[in-house]
């Protein structure tokens, strides 16, 4: 089987489904200063799968509200606008890749949010732009839905050769395709137009420590393998990757500060778990 170069992943990229318009536009407004939330809440409204899955986070037991939530208005008062535009973004991407390749989406998933969510708990440590460390969380693996949808046997192939050598998937992606899901997910991400900040910390989540890495890198590193140990993906396979030497004394994340994330992210984690369910 030959291996896979990052001009195959180039070439495929037309085939993967593209991003919605209005995530494109609630991704695009987390850099404006003036946001036009009554057209953004709009244009969410309009899609019935995106509404629907805001409404029943709105209503879940998580926030506990006496009332029914019945409009993308009321949940962005009870919830606040960013929260709305993380869920809507969040479930969006979801529904883009649902259906498409072998991979088990809900483990997935369930990582992927994790990530997030830990990446946005670390934020306010590392002085970031919460909605910024979300994102790049929440696409860190974004590469793997590239490879199992683009290259289907090679992937059957890498998830043999991992079960057969009880090893982490970078290590069986590189073995059997030559490349792994961080170099697809910075082609994706790059194709996407995605700040070049997203991209660096989508290329480097298991990057050791190097000269130039942004701090939005560095947090994705720590997130990734916070969500990891945690075991929010509930994957009986999960491996914790090697965490790089000298991570957290980079960040100047002391004892308490990590613990007050883990606490945070797992009482998050709660509530957005929801929007897995159909």
């Known amino acids: 089987m030959n291996t896979v ?12 489904p593209s991003l ?4 494109i536009e609630l991704l695009a407004s987390m850099d404006e200063d003036d946001v036009n939330i009554d057209a953004l809440s709009k244009k969410i409204a309009q899609d019935q799968a995106l509404t629907a899955k805001t409404l029943r986070l709105a209503n879940s037991s998580f926030y506990g509200m006496a009332n029914q939530v019945t ?17 809507a973004t969040t479930a969006a991407l979801i529904g883009a890749f649902a259906g498409h390749g072998s991979v ?18 670390l934020a306010p440590h590392l002085n970031l732009n919460p909605e910024h460390a979300y ?19 090679h992937y059957e192939a890498t998830m043999l050769y991992r079960a057969q050598h009880d090893c982490h998937l970078l290590e069986a992606e590189r073995a059997v395709m030559g490349v792994d899901h961080t170099v697809a997910g910075h082609v994706l991400t790059r194709h996407w137009k995605f700040p070049e900040s997203v991209q660096q910390a989508v290329a480097c989540h298991h990057a050791p420590l190097v000269q130039g890495l942004q701090t939005l890198s560095l947090s994705i590193l720590a997130a990734n393998t916070i969500a990891h140990a945690l075991d929010m993906s509930q994957d009986r ?5 090697p965490v790089p030497a000298g991570l957290w004394k980079q960040l100047g994340l002391d004892e308490k500060a990590l613990h007050k994330v883990f606490k945070n992210a797992e009482k998050q984690f709660e509530g957005a778990n929801l929007l897995l369910n159909n």
């Open 5 to 16: 170069e990052p001009e195959d992943i180039l070439r495929k990229i037309h085939n993967l």
């Open 20 to 23: 919605p318009t209005v995530v």
């Open 71 to 87: 409009s993308i208005h009321e949940a962005i008062a009870i919830l606040g606008f960013r929260t709305v535009r993380s869920v």
């Open 104 to 121: 088990n989406a809900n483990p997935f998933w369930r990582h992927a949010m994790a990530a997030a969510i830990c990446a946005r708990e």
């Open 135 to 153: 994102t790049a969380g929440l696409l860190h693996d974004i590469g793997r839905l590239v490879l199992v949808t683009q290259f289907q046997p």
């Open 237 to 241: 396979d999960d491996l914790v990757p």
